[in-house]
């Protein structure tokens, strides 16, 4: 039996937001899919060396609860309602939220971003970066790790176009 | 129940526990049973829908003392 397969596209650049797109390739992949991720605009953050600059930013994100992941459990349960006001003047506010926000990914024994992308890569997840917005944002392909391809629309459609599950991210 | 190897995927959030599962089932032979403990309530559901999708035989799925234990025979 042919295996079934997904392509994903990740258009997001956040650290928030880099969990969906390799959360469901490696799942995907354990489960027997073969998948790619063709990675465009800000996602293109995601295929980069270093991932150490992947933020999050609770600013005009009204759906992020904001709990310490620190102190007794009264403390851990407040959540902090900031305006956007401030959250916008404080400088450093955003690195604050980062590492408070990975301090809660470890204490949930949540994977980290480059272990995930290291086990989409064991996995055989094929990552396409699109050349377009690679040009378009100044980057170099010495900017991304090695074992990926870049292509444009046309790469991502041969193989969309046989998928049983397409995402956009 | 018998196993033919231990995986201890406690402490671990989703989607580890299905990973390193099927990491750890493709180091056995087929028939081999790999017994699995996890503290993740999501990964019981996730173990059905695991085995389902890929044709190993869930043995059996257990809960105590908030920890989950799984029994796996591989495909």
């Known amino acids: ?169 | 129940m018998n196993f033919d190897k231990e995986l201890d995927a406690r402490g671990l959030n989703c989607p580890l526990p299905i990973l390193r599962t099927k990491k750890s089932l493709s180091e056995l032979a087929s028939g081999q049973v790999l017994k699995v403990s996890s503290t993740d309530p999501g990964s019981v559901k996730d173990m059905q829908a695991f085995a389902r999708q890929t044709g190993n035989e869930l043995l059996s799925s257990a809960e105590e003392r908030g920890e989950f234990v799984f029994f796996l025979r591989k495909h």
């Open chain 1, 1 to 169: 039996m042919e295996s079934k397969k997904m392509a994903i596209i990740a258009t997001k650049g956040t650290l928030d937001w880099a969990y969906p797109p390799y959360i469901l390739a490696s799942t995907a992949a354990a489960l027997g899919y073969e998948v790619q991720i063709f990675f465009t605009f800000y996602g293109l953050q995601l295929l980069r060396k270093d991932l150490s600059g992947l933020k999050v930013s609770p600013l005009g994100n009204p759906g992020m609860p904001m709990k310490m992941p620190f102190g007794p459990k009264w403390f851990k349960d407040i959540s902090w309602n900031i305006p956007n006001a401030v959250q916008a003047l404080v400088p450093g506010y955003e690195n604050v939220a980062t590492s408070l926000m990975k301090q809660t990914i470890a204490n949930n024994g949540v994977a980290t971003i480059p272990d995930l992308r290291e086990l989409c890569l064991e996995a055989d997840v094929k990552m396409i970066a699109c050349q377009m917005t690679v040009e378009l944002f100044g980057f170099d392909h010495s900017d991304f790790i090695d074992n990926i391809e870049y292509g444009g629309a046309a790469t991502f459609f041969e193989f969309a176009g046989e998928t049983d599950i397409c995402l956009f991210i």
